[in-house]
Structures are given as structure tokens and as C-alpha cells.
């Protein structure tokens, strides 16, 4: 069955990104060293805060720097937290092969606001979408079905009408259980094959 619209998670999916890079440079102008810093992002509950709309972007830069003794101002902050990412190509083409069918897309994702403010600014294809539900908008994070119910409100949209693809198995198997289609992406290669035996690419 064809799909009404396809929602795409962003980060491994359209774009890749690297926490390390981003640790790296805070750590230049910081007192902790960038493998202490990506392990404090990872495994702190701050992310999570800042992701699901608990904190602003200023209250996780005072909690960074306290963190880390980083030195440089808020705007080198934002720059080295959220330049971190680069386009997946080849997903980036199939994303317009399926706008050029006419099928509305959706970028369905766990984020903040500076790295959507980053992609915005230098990724032309990221405008190209019609609707766009974020994790911290909505204060809650996927797998948590409240991200979903926004979804198919927005998208006004339900069950087998969604095609939706993610990363992460856990989150793809939430939409599974609303009765979504599904496909965990492994690499682009296999997301395209999945797309063609739908007809979509």
C-alpha cells in the first residue's frame, strides 16, 4: 500500500553527525577533556532536558559551562555544539525523488532548536519538507506515542497512511504499533530497495 505521506527521523537518516567534533572545540576553550565532555552529553539527563523542551538553549549553555569550564561566549557555544552534522546524500536524492511524486514529507525528530537552526542555515534540501514535529516543541521525546499522536494530527494522517523511517529500532517499533509502515534504516542502499518494492523510488 501506497502511502498517504512519509515522515523522515533526521539525524542518521537525512543527516550524519559526530558529537566528538563539537566536544573537541569546547574542550579547546574548556577545563575538560572532549572524551569527558561527549560522556557528560551522553549520559547526563541534561540533553534529554534540552531535547524535550525543559530548558532553552541559554539555560543549557550555563549548564555546559559550569560542566566544562568552557571560556568562549554563548555564540561560539551555539556554533561548536550544533556545527556537527553533513547531508547523507543519497537520502537527500530520495527524498526529492518522492517530492517529485507529489508525496507530502515530514521530518519527525528527537532534537533542539540550535541544531535545527544549524540544518536550516546550511541545507537547502531541509526546506523542502511540509511539516516539521520536534522533540523539544512538544516535550516529548520518541519513543513517547505524545510524538506521534502530533504527527498524525498534523499530518492528518493515520495507521498504514504513514510510512515512516528512523534509525533506531525502538522508535520504529512504536510506529509499528500504531500500525504505521515502517523501515529501520540500515544504510541508504537498503532504504532505497525498500522504497522501490513500494513503488516509491
Known amino acids: ?9 533526521l539525524g542518521k537518516v537525512l543527516v550524519d553527525f559526530d558529537y566528538s567534533i563539537g566536544a573537541r572545540r569546547i574542550a579547546a576553550r574548556g577545563t575538560m577533556f572532549p572524551g569527558d565532555i561527549q560522556k557528560f552529553l551522553d549520559h547526563s539527563p541534561l540533553l534529554y532536558r534540552y531535547e524535550t ?17 568552557f571560556r568562549g561566549t554563548f ?5 561548536f555544539f550544533a556545527d556537527i552534522f553533513w547531508p547523507i546524500e543519497p537520502m537527500v536524492q530520495l527524498h526529492a525523488a518522492v517530492r517529485k511524486r507529489g508525496i507530502p514529507t515530514y521530518i519527525f525528530s528527537n532534537t533542539n532548536d540550535l541544531a535545527v537552526g544549524h540544518i536550516r542555515r546550511h541545507f537547502p534540501f531541509y526546506a ?3 511539516g ?30 504513514i510510512l515512516y523511517l528512523d534509525d533506531r529500532a525502538e522508535n520504529i517499533a512504536a510506529g509499528a ?18 522504497f522501490e518494492q513500494l513503488g516509491l523510488a
Open 177 to 194: 504499533a500504531r500500525g504505521w509502515q515502517v523501515i529501520l534504516q540500515e544504510s541508504p542502499d537498503k532504504t532505497r530497495a525498500a
Open 53 to 69: 523542551g525543559l530548558m532553552n538553549r541559554e539555560q543549557f549553555f550555563h549548564e555546559v559551562r559550569t560542566a566544562t569550564g
Open 132 to 161: 516539521y514535529i520536534y522533540s523539544y516543541e512538544h516535550g516529548a521525546m520518541k519513543p513517547s506515542a505524545a510524538l506521534y499522536e502530533v504527527l498524525e494530527r498534523q499530518a492528518n494522517c493515520r495507521s498504514t497512511e
Open 75 to 79: 555564540e561560539e557555544f551555539c556554533e
Open 128 to 130: 523542502n519538507f511540509d
Open 1 to 9: 500500500m501506497k502511502p498517504k505521506i512519509i515522515a523522515f527521523d
